[in-house]
């Protein structure tokens, strides 16, 4: 159980053109979702924290207009970045916490990552 | 700075070597996990810690959570080349999980 899924896991695109990320937990509804950005041996670092039904909320440095997350439904979220440039090229993956979840664990199951290459 | 302190950030040992990566910090987390990372993947989640002083296995993986709740610690006993992996530790801090730097593993055969 609690099974994350993402979709592309790779993709290429041209530099001035947008992306879509998608993040589906498969077998749990999930009423937060996380977006991470990883660099290349390097941990996690959260971009945004997503709500079904609401607004996202951005981490400090994050621009909000230019990654614009949407979560629609308890099973999906989606991340979409904006006008990508060379410098958005990096690993991101998201996370989900499951709906009915004992504090004080707040685990979160990530997916297994989109690696994004803006050219 | 880091909320939590994770080191080492690199290790290289033998086969059948023991070794123990360290998570500090100076606050106090409601729980704390351990998850590992293969390259190319998602983290995948070992162990969550809860109560202060909790010990847990995992085969040859020994996790402790600080009596305080403010540091932790993952021994990996007789390590394997199969152990070879991104290891991060996670702090939950209100609504979200603070992540260590990570420490990578590399078990040489």
């Known amino acids: 159980g609690a099974v994350v899924s993402q979709h592309p896991s790779r993709v290429i695109c041209k530099s001035g053109t947008s992306v879509k990320i998608e993040c589906r937990s498969l077998?749990?509804?999930?009423?937060?979702m996380f977006w991470y950005r990883q660099f290349p041996k390097q941990s996690l670092m959260l971009m945004a924290t997503?709500?079904?039904?609401?607004?996202?909320?951005?981490e400090q440095g994050v621009e909000k207009d230019k990654f614009l997350i949407n979560h629609a439904s308890l099973t999906l979220s989606t991340l979409t970045v904006t006008s990508a440039h060379p410098e958005d090229s990096s690993f991101y993956i998201c996370?989900?916490?499951?709906?009915?979840?004992?504090?004080?664990?707040?685990?979160?199951?990530f997916g297994p990552g989109t690696r994004l290459t803006v050219t | 700075t880091q909320l939590l302190e994770q080191s080492p950030q690199f290790l290289s040992i033998q086969e059948g070597e023991n070794l123990t990566v360290y998570c500090n910090s100076s606050?106090?987390?409601?729980?704390l996990q351990w998850y590992r990372q293969e390259p190319g993947e998602g983290p995948v989640l070992l162990v969550t810690v809860v109560t202060g002083g909790e010990v847990k296995k995992l085969k040859r993986l020994t996790f402790q959570f600080g009596d305080a709740r403010k540091d932790s610690s993952l021994h990996i006993t007789a390590a394997q080349t199969g152990d070879t992996g991104l290891y991060l530790c996670a702090g939950a801090y209100g609504n979200k999980l603070v992540f260590g730097a990570g420490t990578i593993l590399r078990v040489k055969s």
């Open positions: 997503s709500n079904e039904g609401s607004k996202a909320t951005y």
């Open positions: 606050s106090v987390f409601s729980s």
């Open positions: 996370s989900a916490r499951p709906l009915v979840v004992l504090a004080p664990t707040y685990e979160q199951y």
């Open positions: 077998d749990f509804q999930a009423t937060t």
